[in-house]
């Protein structure tokens, strides 16, 4: 007998492959968290999971995609802070910032570190501040894009300086690093995610992390506060998504598959060695991503505001 629309959906979820929409080119920081929750997720739904990655527009090309997608529980979207600073951000957008998706859960928090190619001409942050000064747009600084967390924190920075540097806009910051380690750029601020290895390496420079305390995948870097811009904080959370009307009950599979993948002991080594944590499991909840999320979009709106960049 053909069961009703809802208990027919659930009943069956999922029956195919699920794609999960990564808003930024691969190889940065979200691709790098998605991939490895969804390989967890793939094997707890018995689905394969694929990753894909939608870039361009500071992250709202890929949001646009999801937020259009038809709500039936096959296409999501993982992404970040830029879903707090875009309402703000960006005064037309070809979809609902603020309402236009369903929330799964919360899946970490990373933390960022202000980092330069390996010859730029300073030995720690107050020398990065004093060359930013005097340099001004002849400085580079990397970015994903207006609504990436690499723009946010290039704000913030410029902001914390009382200085403007010249913004390089990237599909992601995996490309962007490329030219950071090839010396094209000077600057960027990225997430640990993306930049434990190559400040391990040596292949950059890093000034500071912006987080209140240091990060135990990198002992030695200073936090920003310590190296002399105190109040400067900020860490880039990572949620995932649904389009609004997706059916509550496969929203909560979801979930409970995010649940599985954020206790995985591999993912949480992994994240561990890119210095960062999964949250807890009562975060990656639809409820608390969804408060979590507004509260996000609330505090920054201000900030954005007194700094006047807009994307349009
Ligand atoms: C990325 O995945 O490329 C980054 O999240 C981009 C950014 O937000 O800075």
Redesign the pocket.
């Known amino acids: 007998a053909l069961l009703p629309g809802t208990a027919r959906a659930q009943a069956a979820y999922p029956n195919r492959p699920i794609n999960i929409i990564v808003p930024?080119?691969a190889g940065?920081?979200?691709?790098v968290v998605t991939r490895l929750v969804a390989e967890v997720m793939a094997r707890d739904l018995g689905q394969p999971v694929v990753v894909e990655n939608v870039g361009g527009a500071g992250?709202t090309l890929g949001a646009q995609r999801v937020a259009q997608a038809r709500p039936d529980g096959y296409t999501l979207l993982l992404h970040?802070i830029?879903m707090g600073t875009t309402p703000a951000l960006y005064r037309r957008l070809a979809y609902d910032p603020v309402n236009g998706f369903e929330t799964v859960g919360l899946v970490t928090e990373v933390p960022m570190t202000i980092i330069a190619k390996k010859d730029f001409p300073a030995a720690n942050l107050a020398e990065m501040v004093r060359v930013m000064r005097e340099q001004k747009q002849s400085i580079n600084l990397a970015?994903?894009g207006v609504g990436?967390?690499?723009?946010l924190c290039g704000l913030l920075l410029q902001s914390a300086v009382q200085t403007q540097v010249t913004t390089i806009p990237y599909r992601?910051?995996?490309p962007a690093m490329t030219d950071l380690i090839g010396g094209t750029v000077d600057l960027m601020c990225?997430?640990t995610t993306n930049t434990t290895q190559q400040i391990r390496s040596g292949a950059v420079r890093a000034f500071a992390v912006t987080t209140s305390e240091r990060n135990a995948a990198l002992p030695d870097l200073p936090t920003a506060a310590e190296a002399g811009l105190p109040g400067f904080e900020v860490s880039v959370w990572h949620g995932l998504y649904a389009p609004k009307g997706t059916d509550a009950a496969i929203v909560a599979r979801l979930s409970r598959s995010l649940q599985v993948a954020l206790r995985d002991e591999r993912l949480v080594a992994r994240f561990a060695e890119l210095g960062t944590t999964p949250v807890s499991q009562e975060r990656a909840t639809p409820d608390a991503h969804r408060a979590y999320w507004q509260a996000d979009i609330a505090k920054w709106r201000p900030i954005i505001q007194a700094a006047g960049q807009y994307a349009d």
Do not use: E, I, K, L
């Open positions: 930024f080119a940065g920081p979200t691709d992250g970040h830029g970015n994903a990436a967390a690499s723009h992601g910051t995996g990225d997430q």
